[in-house]
């Protein structure tokens, strides 16, 4: 062990996290976004839209995200069309591949997660919103997703995790995030433990803080709390100075 | 595209070879911590706990470069000249390690979720330690744990294309040496596609029918 080497990993790592980060939250927003109609297609839309939704995440959720990233950025080079439209502008810059890739496969997996969240969706709660006469928008919008989104975020979190691990691939398409930079340097001074440890170290950093937002979120946002959480519920006043003595659901 | 075709044959047999050897591997370091976690007297507890949160929070790619490069470093230093640790055996050391760390995760919340009851009752009936792990919780256990498990042994397939990143000539490797020697980077990526979803595809019924041969008991 270098520890002069770590020192110097420890000051040039960081400033791949910016990048990494960059990959990971603009990836996990685009995916999000696409993935929200999706699911709601998935889940209940009729067979043949259901099913092609379903071979489009089949597709994504079953090949390495290596292959689908090589394929975008070496693939789609070889049909003239594309490198003749405008968009070769885009699709000939490897952090726009790797960022659509990214985009493309967390959409497939967030899909999944939130397809199964809003088949878990009680019917009654449907029903009841239906009595009251909400449209059905309105009873996506303001029932359904959000018991659905409450459902699915234990999973949604182990998406965000395995994003931020994925960002790493962009390394193998000449992008100088942390794995990208961490080779690089690996390459100039043929010291692979010390600097890949403090590239794990960084990673472990970034996961592990994931880890913990996504949890406190899961406290902030669940209804049904154990008994310990309701205890605690029940000790705090609603406002200061003013004791309540019946149990606050 | 003809002359890849026996390529990619072997190819495949490695990608295959290297996700049954590093599975089969991981799934017996994963039972043997998850065991050791389990157990009352476990010593071993937090070094297993930090063993899982390491590997479950760090890139799959960083840990496969991690020991291909860091295991040349490490057998030359012994050997005291210039060794190599070739990609499969660094693949499948790497993935061992990646799929253990979440194989012990599952089976310590498939061996908690095994009712305390049953090993009380085993233990009133009074079988030995091994006969209540092999006959009693062990069967219980393995059924809980088979849909997550499944799910592992699917990502395992995908994680073996990033072993061609060191330089394993798998399924991913015979794609971007024929997509770069003929120019046709789509037909060989493709390809490469279809071989993986193939792979995963079989992984996924076989999973599937396993459930369906031995679900959990009481569901």
Known sequence: MNFGLIFDALLVLPSGIGLTLTLTVLSLTAGFLLSVPLAFARAFGRPSLSFTVLAYTYAFRGTPMLVQLFLLYYGLSQIEAVRASIFWVILRDPFWCALFTFSLNSAAHTTEILCRGLQSVPKGVVEAARA???????????????????????????????????????????????????????????????????????YLALTSTAVKATQILEQRLSTDGTPKQRRKARLRPALPDHEITTPVP | MGGFAAQFTVAFLVTVSLALVSGFL???????????????????????????????????????????????????????????????????????????????????????????????????????????WLFVVGPQMLRLALPAYGNLWISLFKDTALVSVVGLTDIMRVAYVGAGSLRAPLTFYLAASAFYLFLTTITLLSIRLAERRYPAFGR
């Open chain 1, 132 to 202: 009251l006469g909400l449209k059905r928008l309105q009873i996506a919008r303001l029932v359904t997703f959000p018991i659905a989104f409450r459902i699915s975020l234990p999973a949604y979190g182990n998406e965000i995790v395995g994003m931020i691990k994925g960002s790493s691939l962009a390394s193998t398409v000449t992008l100088l995030e942390i794995t990208g930079m961490a080779r690089q340097m690996v390459s100039a001074t043929f010291a692979p433990y010390e600097i890949f440890i403090v590239a794990g170290a960084i």
């Open chain 2, 26 to 132: 991981g799934t017996a370091f994963g039972l043997l911590l998850a065991i050791s976690k389990g157990t009352p007297a476990a010593r071993f507890k937090g070094v297993v706990t930090t063993y899982t949160t390491v590997v479950r929070g760090v890139p799959e790619l960083l840990i496969i470069l991690l020991i291909y490069f860091g295991g040349t470093t490490f057998a030359s230093k012994i050997a005291g000249r210039y060794v190599e640790v070739n990609a499969f055996t660094a693949g499948v050391i790497a993935l061992t390690v990646v799929f253990s760390g979440y194989a012990t995760e599952i089976f310590r919340g498939a061996i908690a979720a095994v009712p305390a009851g049953q090993t009380e009752a085993a233990k009133s009936l009074g079988l030995s330690t091994l006969q209540r």
